[in-house]
């Protein structure tokens, strides 16, 4: 995730977040069943995806304790 996509991210709300939250959980959950098939063939990829949907978890984390 390039920098450019991070600062997007941080002008999204919460219910957008959430959503895109779901996709790459989604996405994420697809790619961990081609890893155990044997199927996917970028590797790398589900890494990506799994750091992807940590920077949007702290990104809702951080946007949550700024409004409480």
Avoid: C, F, P, W
Wanted: positive net charge; aromatic residues 2%; glycine residues 2%.
């Amino acid at each position: 995730m390039k920098t450019r996509e991070k600062k997007e991210l941080h002008t999204k709300d919460i219910t957008e977040l959430k959503k895109l939250l779901t996709d790459v959980n989604n996405s994420l959950h697809s790619l961990q069943l081609e890893r155990q098939q044997g199927r996917l063939k970028n590797t790398r990829s589900y890494l990506i995806k799994r750091k992807e949907l940590a920077v949007i978890q702290t990104i809702m984390r951080e946007k949550e304790e700024q409004n409480a």
